[in-house]
């Protein structure tokens, strides 16, 4: 017990240091970068997110730091995160579009078609903790509505009825979302180029012929991979070979 006890408490001690060393970092990333020390606040953001901080402000406070510093890549994929994580937000859409615009031969997505278009506009309308809030509160609702349902005669039972078929409609759709965008989040095929003049290859071979050139900062679909290359596909339907460390995944 008293072993349990000593282990509990230094623990806690230790999460009680990390919670009071994580606000420091994050007031040391915006200090320096009021004071124009790019790279520097850039570093301090990345250190929260890498001891597991998932927050689209800090996200996108990094993605401000990158681009200011010129690492388009990081710059990129930060923002995306961001708006991932708070899908629709302005700000993080007119920063990403900023330094999208900073990566140089950048390719022109293919149009999709409508079916296409309103898929993304459904995912886009929660983040993935919205939906999963939705169809808990959506659920609560359902069951409120079968208990009065069945054990308050005195209702209408026939309006009560079509307000269950929409509510289980509703929480069939925001549970099925949740579960698809968690499932998205742990299996994202999507990558950002974090290198200069990367040669996309014909084959997952280093003497392969080279097929084309792409910029840091582009994004990419995974399609296949080995130990060290990616079959990627770009937004205008090239495809190719890459090396692994060439990437990182959203």
């Known amino acids: 017990m008293r072993f349990l006890f000593t282990l509990c408490m230094l623990v806690m001690t230790a999460l009680v240091a990390q919670a009071q060393k994580d606000p420091v970092l994050f007031s040391e990333g915006n200090q320096l970068y009021r004071q124009q020390q790019y790279r520097e606040a850039a570093a301090r953001y990345q250190q929260l997110i890498d001891s597991g901080y998932q927050v689209a402000d800090l996200y996108f406070n990094a993605g401000n730091a990158y681009l200011k510093s010129n690492q388009v890549g990081m710059a990129v994929y930060s923002f995306e995160k961001a708006l991932h994580l708070k899908p629709g937000d302005a700000a993080v859409e007119q920063n990403l579009y900023l330094a999208n615009q900073r990566v140089s ?146």
């Not at 979302?177 to 998205?184: L, S, T």
């Open 105 to 250: 031969n950048n390719t022109e997505a293919l149009p999709l078609l409508f079916f296409e278009r309103w898929w993304l506009q459904w995912q886009q309308l929660h983040s993935a903790r919205g939906w999963a809030i939705g169809s808990i509160v959506w659920c609560w609702l359902l069951c409120a509505g079968i208990i009065a349902y069945f054990f308050m005669p005195g209702m209408r039972r026939s309006y009560l009825r079509w307000g269950l078929y929409v509510v289980a409609v509703l929480f069939t759709g925001y549970f099925s979302m949740a579960v698809w965008m968690q499932n998205k989040a742990y299996h994202n095929s999507t990558a950002i180029v974090m290198q200069r003049g990367v040669k996309v290859k014909a084959a997952p071979d280093e003497g392969s012929k080279d097929l084309f050139e792409v910029s840091e900062g582009i994004k990419v679909e995974v399609l296949d991979g080995t130990k060290d290359f990616s079959k990627v596909q770009l937004a205008d339907g090239k495809t190719g070979w890459m090396p692994v460390g060439s990437l990182k995944r959203l």
